[in-house]
Nanobody, 119 residues
Framework: QVQLVESGGGSVQPGGSLRLSCAAS????????MSWYRQAPGKVRELVAT???????DYADPVKGRFTISRDNAKNTVYLQMNTLKPEDTAVYLC?????????????WGQGTQVTVSS
């Protein structure tokens, strides 16, 4: 059974840091592009960062220069290093795996981990 399990969330003061992890199982991790999304209460889910199969990365404007996405294919894990956190970063953070089969996208989601930034 395919699983994506996020961890590393928690509560932190503004200016602090957290490192999220997303461990994958039961699919060929290295074939998939991996992304982090977030969803705050009452808001739509938004893309935070993406890392492709070859390691190319892309970030949403609000997190550029503060967040870093990386992957370790040997550990089937994707990470999100979050620095200089702001209250507006408070959200549930979810990871997504995506693979183009040639005809459709195969997509898996994790359950999410809560990040709260507050003084």
């Amino acid at each position: 059974q395919v699983q994506l399990v996020e961890s590393g969330g928690g509560s932190v003061q503004p200016g602090g840091s957290l490192r999220l992890s997303c461990a994958a199982s039961e699919f060929i991790f290295s074939h998939y592009a991996m992304s982090w999304y977030r969803q705050a209460p009452g808001k739509v889910r938004e893309l935070v960062a993406t890392i492709g199969r070859t390691g190319a990365t892309d970030y949403a404007d609000p997190v550029k220069g503060r967040f870093t996405i990386s992957r370790d294919n040997a550990k089937n894990t994707v990470y999100l290093q979050m620095n200089t956190l702001k209250p507006e970063d408070t959200a549930v953070y979810l990871c997504k795996a995506q693979y183009w089969t040639g005809s459709v996208f195969q997509v898996y989601w994790g359950q999410g981990t809560q990040v709260t930034v507050s003084s």
